[in-house]
């Protein structure tokens, strides 16, 4: 079938004028912004460097906003949560060798969460790619080889014709189930040369939908239908997928008990009558889940965190819906459903019926009775009076951003997320100074609400340079920094394996008249006072620190054997 007389693909008048008179003055870099702005993008996040500059020269010729971080790994952290509250690629502006690997961590977060980030990184001059020694400057024998292990895709331009259709499959890339991050690389020489190419419009990248094969969600439907004690584990990819309200409608069908993992906070309503909250790190949990005749899985790999590090073992079926196909059954023989979770679980409501079980809800009273019954033996009143604060200083609407600290891992467990997409941690890679960094990424996606990001001082001593970011843009950004004067869970965790600790204490700068240096209103808190100084802090605009003094331990493992 031939399409040479669609009226919709003849260009008009116009566009034929642009396409042969393309404005003067434009570069490599024009055409790298303009395809970005063409797929829809509105913000770019990155750092400049020699070989990168016509990227950043064309931003000025262009409606794209924007937002410098101080180091590159920051920005790319930035990048990853604008991506995870807009669900929009996020594009990421890096020069080459140096400047490029060091968003290497960021962009192992983004991987490991499924956070869309669209990383277009400069390359030395087109003569000397090929792996041979040329000794340009950052020159990498194959700087495409860093990142291959790392983000979903490789894109690599050798000419300008090649950037629209590179950035473009990236971008679709980035955006299909399981979202993730993309790899994008022109050289120095592309991006500096002068061009006559049309100035880049439209662009279509649309992402495919990964749909579940029928026969497969038949059979899931038939055993949840016939269960006698069914359950829900729900990942991070029903938040991803914007389930949550299917999620919860199948639950409310089958009545049956769902706990979300730590990348899956929010998607199920907390204080819901068959909500089992998120205490995976709990052995009554695992217990439950392990007791379920048919357990539906529905967005995780249920990789460590999410199996009580490997110690869970299901007796029942188990059926897992996953759009990660290196994740299905990778830990747990299963009916594995390759499938993004919002058909998957579309297909599950096409077909299971209802069921009754009245005494569901009382099982999940009892479970969570026993949780807090744990708990409450630990004598750990400060660490939950404080996570306690957080909460009720937070608006219900704002989302938090949470380093790796001891705070943040019982915000895992403990925190009411109250709705999907707003709770987030770098619990994926699991590597320090993400919180503050990707705060100021989502400040950027959404200006209306206060955004609150939680470290320790470890952790913050990685970002404190983005405090300059936060004052230049103004990002509405609280910073609560919980000092306990070193690396705390490193501690904990040495102490309890060698009786004590080493290379865990730090130095302790004095964090608010640190931030008051960079403009940013600060304050020293208490556990008492924490939650009206945060409050005050979160509804000031602009950015602003916390810090609050403190030692906080954790709760007892339960995958070592203790109870």
Known sequence: MTHDHDPELRPTAAQTEAALNPPSGRNGGDLVVETLAGLGATTVFGLPGQHALGMFDALRRSDLSYVGLRVENNAGFAADAYGRITGEAAPLLLSTGPGALTSLAALQEARAASAPVLAISSQIPTAGLGGGRHGYLHELPDQAASFRGVVKSVHTVRTQSQIPSAIAEAWKSALTAPHGPVWVEIPQDVLLAGTRLPVVTAVDATPDELTPRPELTAVAADLLARAERPAIIAGGGVVRADASGKLRQLAERLQAPVVTTFGGKGAFPWTHPLSLQSWLEDRHTTDFLEDADVLLVVGSG??????????????????????????????????????????????????????????????????????????????????????????????????????????????????????????????????????????????????????????????????????????????????????????????????????????????????????????????RTTPEALEADLAKALASPGPSVVVLPAVLRMFAATHLGSD
């Open 302 to 523: 249920l990789g460590e965190l999410s199996s009580n590090y490997h110690t869970f073992r299901p007796r029942g079926r188990v059926i897992q819906i996953e759009a990660d196909l290196g994740k299905l059954e990778a830990n747990h023989p299963a009916l594995g459903i390759h499938a993004d979770a919002r058909p998957g679980l579309q297909a599950l409501l096409e077909t299971v019926p209802a069921r009754e079980d009245a005494m569901a809800p009382e099982r999940v009273r009892a479970l969570l009775a026993k949780v807090a019954e744990r708990i409450a033996a630990q004598e750990l009143t400060l660490e939950q009076d404080v996570l306690a604060s957080v909460r009720r200083a937070l608006p219900a609407d704002s989302p938090s951003f949470w380093d790796m600290t001891i705070l943040a891992y019982w915000a895992w467990s403990a925190f009411d997320a109250k709705g999907p997409n707003l709770l987030h941690s770098a619990q994926g890679a699991g590597g320090l100074g993400y919180g503050f960094p990707a705060a100021l990424g989502a400040a950027a996606a959404d200006p209306t609400r206060p955004v609150l990001a939680v470290s320790g001082d470890g952790g913050a001593l990685y970002s404190i340079a983005e405090l300059a970011t936060a004052r230049q843009y103004d990002l509405n950004v609280t910073w609560l920094i919980v000092d306990d004067g070193g690396y705390g869970i490193l501690r904990e965790y040495m102490t309890d394996a060698f009786g004590q600790a080493t290379a865990t204490e730090l130095s302790r700068p004095d964090y608010v008249a640190l931030a008051e240096s960079f403009g940013v209103p600060g304050i």
